[in-house]
């Protein structure tokens, strides 16, 4: 009996297509009056994510660990467009506190969350099993992608309860597969992909993906050089997710989903099925 498929089968997209094309958000100003909470936002993913919202006019609470890479994003930001409004709050996602401020400080400011991106995240070295590997740096990883999406979620569903709003996590496609020597990071995001769905059901009104950003040369890669090609560009998740939370992929909400996904093909060849099983969710495939 063939293993079943574990990914969708589109044209395989790395970097903005016709289907995640920003520029009609920049135009209509889709998210003017919306605001945006982003963690991981000083670089890569975060930053790319950060200034495709703002474009689309919304409001940005921004949060990482390295203040003066934070300060680079807004500044940046605000160079495109003085009016723009944007705080910026240095913040651990492992630290409750921290995570709790951030989250407050934006609400305060801004008065609510419409989004949140969950975007913070580490990688180590996969190299040899993890019998051979320090345990506690086995367990930092853990509690970075995994806790500190936890912890962002805790503080922001509330708010997103009140505006039927969205919330998307950083996961991976290693969070489907099993590639030997990366239990540290694969655990955490297949983890966070169950989360995401434990979201859909305690918190109906809000829209909730793990979503995978494609091969991005990031932390994950420098830290793992030669492991892989990285084909796809920051670009890629960013358009993803204006795409995703603009309304458009409401249905596809309550699991995973991939960027590198052609999102046009996926609802004109897997809507129907897709809904009918109730999301791409995990499951556990049973011989016949």
């Known amino acids: ?18 289907g995640i ?13 919306k605001v945006v909470f982003i963690t991981g936002a000083n670089r890569g993913i975060g ?20 203040p003066s890479l934070l300060e680079a994003v807004k500044a940046q930001i605000l160079k495109e467009n003085p009016a723009a ?25 801004f008065g609510k969350l419409d989004v949140v991106f969950a975007n913070a995240g580490v990688a180590d070295r996969w190299t040899e099993p993890f019998t051979a590997t ?5 367990w930092s990883s853990m509690e970075i992608n995994l806790r500190g999406v936890y912890n962002v979620a805790h503080f922001a569903l509330p708010h997103l ?3 039927n709003g969205y919330f998307v996590a950083t996961s991976s496609k290693l969070g489907v597969y099993r590639q030997p020597f990366t239990s540290s990071y694969a ?3 297949h983890a966070l992909i169950r989360l995401i769905e434990f979201i859909a059901i305690e918190h109906p009104q809000v829209k909730a993906y793990a979503i995978h950003p494609g091969l991005i040369k990031t932390g994950a890669t420098d830290a793992n050089p030669g492991m892989w090609d990285c084909p796809d560009t920051p670009e890629l998740p960013a358009g993803t997710l204006l795409r995703l939370t603009s309304g ?13 996904w052609d999102f046009d093909e996926v609802n004109e060849k897997y809507k129907e099925g897709i809904i009918a099983l109730g999301g791409v969710v995990s499951r556990l495939t049973v011989p016949q």
């Open 248 to 260: 458009k992929e409401d249905w596809l909400a309550g699991g995973y989903v991939s960027s590198n």
């Open 85 to 109: 409004q944007v705080a910026t709050f240095p913040t651990d996602v492992k630290s409750v506190e921290q995570v709790q401020a951030a989250i407050d400080g934006t609400v305060a400011k």
């Open 161 to 163: 309860d009140k505006t």
């Open 187 to 189: 655990v955490a995001k």
């Open 47 to 66: 930053e790319a994510t950060a200034l495709f919202y703002a474009r689309a006019g919304a409001t940005l609470g921004l949060a990482a660990r390295d």
């Open 1 to 18: 009996m063939p293993a079943p498929a574990e990914d969708l089968t589109t044209t395989e997209r790395n970097d903005i297509y016709p």
């Open 134 to 138: 320090d345990p506690n740096t086995w």
């Open 21 to 33: 094309d920003p520029t009609v958000h920049y135009k209509n100003q889709t998210y003017k009056g």
